[in-house]
């Protein structure tokens, strides 16, 4: 129906203006292709992709870098509604606005990616891509609206530890918009004896492959295996020798590390202490154990004296002995939180009245991650698809100096045939 109707406005458009000769005809045929892009930009990932099959024009744009950036700003800038995974031995999705009616299901992702993504954890995700975890440290990209994976190359020898079981092995998963690359970043914190500090290496995903970078100095010792992205950089909350807390940051375009300031807590522990993204900020969790839980946000990032305090979640209400309780969103009204609680239940919670009403889910795992994602276009093939270098395969190789090795035959020939005598 609609290419209908942009060939029917095309059409008119035509007739009226030919006779004012090929150059209006070319400006109108630029402003219907602008006309396609603008509408196409505002349908979700789902129908976009079975537009891809309408024609090779329009399967270009869709696939075009230009055009996945302008829908990933406007499903971000629109709100436009977000997809639901929740992680576990087999991954699942559940859709968004029945979580308001406090009863859906979570339902399976189907084969391939079922096999392939099972037991894996999640590193981290941004503009819709996910960064994943085996027991084997493997590392994929995985787009769940696009129903692509990717395994990603292996990392150097020395950072191939597995995640989890000890605080040894870090990872984390952001972008890089001034070079507009994905990254990958590795850490393995030494041993209580060793002063050289933490190893880091790179991953680009413009590049395909890992660079080593300088240690991090000795005096931080990391809280937490998964870096939070946000503002550019991945957080962790460290320790210094002196054991006082603070935010480790680092930065993906510049490849380096700062501190970020803290919020004045009233708790100096640092086990008490977890910072998560809620509300499109960097959030810090203060734990006052079986009393309440503070959620504090930085609302202008990289400003200390941006921080404040969004609310309090009073544990009794919540459960009675709940380890941990992470925010994920605010209800349409911002009276309620839907909060995710020892990785066991998911529970709406009134800031008002202090209660909280637990979100009935069939066929939910019994210990799980739930993350909230945008739905994007971004591929896993990034590098691919954006045009980044790739190593050709050896038959274009072969084929291509073939071809130059006629051309330079050909040219001796020629030079030899053509040359006059004065």
Same mark, same amino acid.
């Given at each position: 129906?609609?290419?209908?109707?942009?060939?029917?406005?095309?059409?008119?458009?035509?007739?009226?203006?030919?006779?004012?000769?090929?150059?209006?005809?070319?400006?109108?045929? /630029? !402003?219907?292709?602008?006309?396609?892009?603008?509408?196409?930009?505002?349908?979700?990932?789902?129908?976009?992709?079975?537009?891809?099959?309408?024609?090779?024009?329009?399967?270009?744009?869709?696939? &075009?870098? /230009?055009?996945?950036?302008?829908?990933?700003?406007? &499903?971000?800038?629109?709100?436009?509604?977000?997809?639901?995974?929740?992680?576990?031995?087999?991954?699942?999705?559940?859709?968004?606005?029945?979580?308001?009616?406090?009863?859906?299901?979570?339902?399976?992702?189907?084969?391939?990616?079922?096999?392939?993504?099972?037991?894996?954890?999640?590193?981290?995700?941004?503009?819709?891509?996910?960064?994943?975890?085996?027991?084997?440290?493997?590392?994929?990209?995985?787009?769940?609206?696009?129903?692509?994976?990717?395994?990603?190359?292996?990392?150097?020898?020395?950072?191939?530890?597995?995640?989890?079981?000890?605080?040894?092995?870090?990872?984390?998963?952001?972008?890089?918009?001034?070079?507009?690359?994905?990254?990958?970043?590795?850490?393995?914190?030494?041993?209580?004896?060793?002063?050289?500090?933490?190893?880091? !290496?790179?991953? &680009?995903?413009?590049?395909?492959?890992?660079?080593?970078?300088?240690?991090?100095?000795?005096?931080?010792?990391?809280?937490?295996?998964?870096?939070?992205?946000?503002?550019?950089?991945?957080?962790?909350? !460290?320790?210094?020798?002196?054991?006082?807390?603070?935010?480790?940051?680092?930065?993906?375009?510049?490849?380096?590390?700062?501190?970020?300031?803290?919020?004045?807590?009233?708790?100096?522990?640092?086990?008490?202490?977890?910072?998560?993204?809620?509300?499109?900020?960097?959030?810090?969790?203060?734990?006052?154990?079986?009393?309440?839980?503070?959620?504090?946000?930085?609302?202008?990032?990289?400003?200390?004296?941006?921080?404040?305090?969004?609310?309090?979640?009073?544990?009794?209400?919540?459960?009675?002995?709940?380890?941990?309780?992470?925010?994920?969103?605010?209800?349409?009204?911002?009276?309620?939180?839907?909060?995710?609680?020892?990785?066991?239940?998911?529970?709406?919670?009134?800031?008002?009245?202090?209660?909280?009403?637990?979100?009935?889910?069939?066929?939910?795992?019994?210990?799980?991650?739930?993350?909230?994602?945008?739905?994007?276009?971004?591929?896993?093939?990034?590098?691919?698809?954006?045009?980044?270098?790739?190593?050709?395969?050896?038959?274009?190789?072969?084929?291509?100096?073939?071809?130059?090795?006629? /051309?330079?035959?050909?040219? /001796?020939?020629?030079?030899?045939?053509?040359?006059?005598?004065?």
């Amino acid at each position: 129906m609609m290419s209908k109707l942009i060939s029917c406005h095309s059409d008119r458009n035509t007739s009226s203006f030919a006779s004012d000769g090929p150059r209006l005809q070319k400006l109108n045929v /630029r !402003t219907t292709e602008h006309l396609i892009a603008e509408i196409l930009c505002r349908l979700p990932v789902k129908i976009l992709l079975r537009f891809r099959c309408v024609s090779k024009p329009w399967c270009s744009l869709i696939d &075009s870098p /230009r055009f996945v950036k302008a829908h990933l700003k406007r &499903s971000i800038e629109c709100k436009t509604k977000p997809g639901i995974i929740i992680k576990s031995f087999v991954s699942s999705s559940v859709d968004f606005d029945s979580l308001h009616n406090n009863a859906t299901t979570a339902v399976e992702i189907d084969e391939p990616l079922r096999t392939l993504l099972y037991a894996t954890g999640d590193v981290g995700s941004c503009n819709g891509l996910h960064c994943l975890y085996n027991l084997e440290t493997d590392l994929f990209l995985w787009n769940p609206a696009m129903r692509k994976c990717r395994k990603l190359p292996t990392a150097p020898a020395e950072f191939l530890r597995p995640f989890e079981f000890d605080q040894s092995s870090l990872c984390g998963f952001g972008y890089d918009a001034g070079n507009d690359d994905y990254k990958v970043l590795r850490i393995v914190q030494p041993d209580v004896h060793d002063l050289c500090g933490s190893k880091a !290496t790179i991953y &680009s995903l413009k590049t395909n492959s890992w660079k080593r970078l300088q240690n991090i100095s000795g005096h931080f010792i990391f809280r937490g295996a998964w870096g939070i992205f946000m503002g550019g950089a991945l957080h962790w909350i !460290t320790v210094t020798p002196q054991g006082s807390p603070s935010i480790l940051a680092f930065d993906l375009g510049v490849e380096n590390y700062r501190e970020v300031p803290l919020p004045r807590l009233q708790n100096k522990i640092v086990k008490d202490m977890n910072i998560v993204i809620f509300a499109e900020s960097l959030c810090m969790l203060e734990y006052f154990p079986l009393i309440r839980i503070d959620v504090w946000a930085m609302k202008d990032y990289g400003v200390g004296n941006s921080w404040c305090k969004l609310f309090s979640v009073e544990q009794p209400k919540v459960t009675r002995c709940c380890m941990s309780i992470r925010p994920i969103f605010y209800s349409k009204s911002r009276e309620d939180v839907l909060l995710e609680v020892d990785s066991k239940e998911v529970v709406w919670y009134n800031l008002k009245r202090k209660r909280a009403k637990t979100v009935n889910i069939a066929n939910l795992p019994e210990i799980f991650d739930l993350e909230v994602y945008p739905e994007s276009l971004v591929s896993p093939d990034y590098n691919i698809s954006c045009g980044g270098p790739q190593l050709p395969s050896q038959p274009q190789e072969k084929k291509k100096q073939q071809q130059q090795q006629q /051309r330079n035959k050909r040219d /001796r020939f020629l030079s030899k045939g053509f040359k006059l005598v004065l």
